[in-house]
């Protein structure tokens, strides 16, 4: 089995397995992320409390002080080791980054300058159903211009 394959390292990561960043070879290392720790490492398969409990542990032991030690990947893998509550393995998923909001983003603009004082959630909301036809027309019936 490849030491980097991601169910390999999920397998060592959920058996707490302190030695497995100095088990790699340095070419292994600089293949290695830690940073997909967080993103496995946080969602499991299994029951309600188990997947509550990965999460919040990732959230308190990787994610508030991860980047702060980026300059140490070997304590970054032993904080990760500390997630697990030592149960044996389970299934991780993948967890995708929120994507960034490319559509849309003058109408937004346009609804931010029309409705200065309405809620970010509520102007995303308004932009999803709002064209740019609309918001031309919007702009003129106040009497503004483009």
């Given at each position: 089995m490849d030491k980097l394959s991601?169910?390999?390292e999920m397998s060592e990561f959920d058996r707490k397995n302190r030695d497995f960043y100095d088990e790699l070879?340095?070419?292994?290392?600089k293949k290695f992320s830690n940073y997909l720790m967080i993103r496995w490492g946080s969602s499991?398969?299994?029951?309600?409390?188990?997947q509550e409990f990965y999460v919040i542990a990732t959230n308190e032991r990787l994610n508030k002080h991860f980047f702060a030690v980026?300059?140490?990947p070997k304590l970054?893998?032993?904080?990760?080791t500390s997630v697990s509550p030592?149960?044996?393995a389970h299934r991780h998923q993948w967890i995708a980054p929120k994507k960034k909001d490319s559509g849309n983003s003058e109408v937004?603009?346009?609804l931010i300058d029309l409705y200065p004082a309405m809620k970010m959630s509520d102007i995303d909301t308004l932009a999803s159903m709002t064209t740019k036809a609309d918001i031309k027309e919007l702009v003129k019936n106040q009497?503004?211009?483009d």
């Open positions: 991601i169910q390999n070879t340095d070419e292994e290392r499991v398969q299994g029951g309600r409390e188990l980026n300059k140490h970054q893998w032993l904080m990760a030592g149960m044996g937004k603009k346009a009497g503004k211009t």
